[in-house]
């Protein structure tokens, strides 16, 4: 036995796990770190996890949370509402001093996805190492519903993940972990999650840096009001209840099948609400205002966010975009203003119509907003920003592509550089190059709250005097005039 290799049976405070050693890593899946939230608990707080004494096999995922499978991200098999459960990667050989924890927090709309989908070997690798949690968090209609009627705190999806920061605090040590250097991580909808914890009190104390990816803060699509969660809401009930008075007992005797069907589906039902307890107020305004735990900072987006949505119409129909259906979109979504749009953007300049309406909508929705927030959270704490920008980013696996125009780097695709998952087609020699940089600049920042250090190139931090956007692209790294290119200046004054 190599006395260099860490044991793959662990002790934690809840019980004795047993997980995996391969290659450079060991992980351990499954884990639970609350209660089954099923049967009296459905749409109750997280309660504690009952101890086990016997050793538990952490070999395999625990089942993801429900959710519905219409959607390529969705979860095969749709899941389960006993889904507490977390993963855990670390390097496989000692450290002489404890490791940074990085607890990363999925996207989907807070309604797809799962934390074990998300292999994090490469990413525990990296660096000096760093122990890695992925975390499953109740969904939809289980995990963020308000609705007339439910007696249920809102929220219950944050305050699962919650539950898992306590789990980390509690037991980072036995994996080797430092509890006093968390970094929690997250893409999209967990990136919006990571913007609510910091401004939730419930939170405090429980990271101590945070990672972005691909969600503003500041910016339109972070949190709903009570009023319009309520608003979503009412549709559920309104499937099969008529009466407010029996919504809590009507929803509570559904089946699990039966409530994702009456919830919908989609990117746009569920989201944080500002419920003046878990979010005391919309993240935007306190992230603004200064509102929000202090901890560095590192914050991005992709180049072409939007990308994959402006091609849709193409994957649909088999016919690219014209330049007079361009036109049509930019006259249907921005009304009077779409001259000006179609000024700033002129079809003749980009590869395809459809490129042009790409980086309308990438730069309207999702640029502007990422770098409104780059300001204002370095207003009040360390920041660095980034900007994805390969020409070409692995695929999504069996999924088409437009041929009138190329998707860049759309949203998600991001992903495939930091972690293992199988949504995405393997990543080339020069992909895989920048998956080392982009790895040992994550890892780094988790270690010392700055992304570059030996070996990595420079990467200087965000300021309002100086705003420095590094560009992470194969063969190209460094500084990029982020707001230039994406014609922030034209935004703003329309906004």
């Known amino acids: 036995m190599n006395p260099n290799l860490l044991p793959a049976r662990v002790v934690t405070a809840e019980g004795p796990v047993r997980g995996v050693v391969s290659g450079?890593?060991?992980?351990?899946?499954?884990?639970?770190?609350?209660?089954?939230?099923?049967?009296?608990?459905?749409?109750?707080?997280?309660?504690?996890?009952?101890?086990?004494?016997?050793?538990?096999?952490?070999?395999?995922?625990?089942?993801?949370?429900?959710?519905?499978?219409?959607?390529?991200?969705?979860?095969?098999?749709?899941?389960?509402?006993?889904?507490?459960?977390?993963?855990?990667?670390?390097?496989?050989?000692?450290?002489?001093?404890?490791?940074?924890?990085?607890?990363?927090?999925?996207?989907?709309s807070f309604v797809y996805g799962d934390g074990a989908s998300y292999g994090a070997a490469r990413l525990a690798a990296a660096g000096?190492?760093?122990?890695?949690?992925t975390v499953n968090y109740r969904l939809g209609v289980f995990g963020f519903l308000t609705a007339p009627g439910l007696r249920a705190p809102a929220n219950l999806g944050l305050l699962d993940q919650q539950a898992s920061l306590r789990w980390v605090a509690r037991n980072a040590e036995a994996f080797g972990g430092d509890p006093g250097n968390v970094t929690l991580m997250g893409q999209s909808g967990g990136g919006y999650s990571v913007c609510a914890q910091s401004v939730s009190p419930?939170?405090?104390?429980?990271?101590?840096?945070?990672?972005?990816?691909?969600?503003?803060?500041?910016?339109?699509?972070?949190?709903?009001?009570?009023?319009?969660?309520?608003?979503?809401?009412?549709?559920?009930?309104?499937?099969?209840?008529?009466?407010p008075e029996a919504a809590d007992s009507w929803l509570r005797s559904l089946s699990t099948a039966d409530l994702v069907a009456a919830s919908g589906s989609g990117h746009d039902t569920y989201r944080p609400v500002v419920d003046g307890e878990v979010v005391p107020e919309a993240p935007a305004e306190a992230i603004a205002a200064g509102r929000f735990a202090r901890v560095p900072v590192l914050h991005?987006?992709?180049?072409?966010?939007?990308?994959?949505?402006?091609?849709?119409?193409?994957?649909?129909?088999?016919?690219?975009?014209?330049?007079?259906?361009?036109?049509?979109?930019?006259?249907?979504?921005?009304?009077?203003?779409?001259?000006?749009?179609?000024?700033?953007?002129?079809?003749?300049?980009?590869?395809?119509?459809?490129?042009?309406?790409?980086?309308?909508?990438?730069?309207?929705?999702?640029?502007?907003?990422?770098?409104?927030?780059?300001?204002?959270?370095?207003?009040?704490?360390?920041?660095?920003?980034?900007?994805?920008?390969?020409?070409?980013?692995?695929?999504?696996?069996?999924?088409?592509?437009?041929?009138?125009?190329?998707?860049?780097?759309?949203?998600?695709?991001?992903?495939?550089?930091?972690?293992?998952?199988?949504l995405f087609e393997p990543l080339d020699g020069a992909q895989a190059e920048l998956a080392d940089t982009v790895t040992g600049y994550w890892s780094r920042f988790a270690h010392t709250g700055r992304p570059d250090g030996p070996g990595l190139p420079v990467w200087?931090?965000?300021?309002?005097?100086?705003?420095?956007?590094?560009?992470?692209?194969?063969?190209?790294?460094?500084?990029?005039?982020?707001?230039?290119?994406?014609?922030?200046?034209?935004?703003?004054?329309?906004?």
């Not at 041929?403 to 930091?418: E, I, K, P, Q």
Request: charged share 20%; aromatic share 8%; hydrophobic share 35%.
């Open 24 to 108: 450079a890593v060991r992980t351990f899946q499954g884990i639970p770190y609350a209660a089954p939230p099923t049967g009296g608990l459905r749409w109750e707080k997280p309660q504690p996890v009952r101890p086990w004494s016997d050793t538990l096999d952490a070999r395999t995922p625990g089942s993801a949370c429900a959710q519905p499978t219409d959607q390529p991200i969705a979860i095969a098999g749709g899941g389960s509402e006993d889904c507490l459960y977390l993963n855990v990667t670390t390097p496989a050989e000692r450290s002489a001093s404890p490791r940074p924890v990085i607890v990363w927090i999925h996207g989907g």
């Open 128 to 133: 000096q190492g760093a122990v890695v949690v």
């Open 202 to 243: 419930g939170a405090r104390g429980l990271f101590h840096k945070a990672i972005v990816q691909s969600a503003g803060c500041v910016g339109p699509d972070g949190s709903f009001t009570r009023a319009q969660a309520e608003e979503r809401g009412r549709a559920v009930v309104a499937a099969g209840c008529e009466d």
């Open 300 to 422: 991005g987006s992709t180049r072409d966010e939007m990308s994959g949505l402006a091609g849709l119409g193409e994957l649909m129909t088999g016919r690219p975009l014209t330049a007079e259906g361009y036109a049509e979109e930019a006259t249907g979504r921005f009304g009077a203003d779409g001259p000006a749009v179609l000024a700033e953007y002129p079809v003749e300049r980009y590869p395809a119509p459809g490129a042009a309406l790409s980086a309308v909508l990438t730069d309207s929705e999702w640029s502007t907003a990422a770098l409104d927030a780059q300001v204002a959270l370095a207003r009040h704490t360390p920041v660095y920003a980034y900007e994805f920008a390969e020409g070409a980013a692995p695929r999504f696996r069996n999924m088409p592509c437009p041929a009138s125009f190329s998707l860049g780097t759309g949203h998600m695709t991001d992903l495939a550089y930091l972690f293992e998952n199988t």
């Open 460 to 495: 200087e931090p965000f300021t309002d005097e100086e705003r420095y956007v590094q560009r992470l692209a194969s063969g190209s790294i460094g500084r990029t005039d982020f707001a230039t290119g994406h014609h922030y200046a034209f935004w703003k004054r329309l906004a």
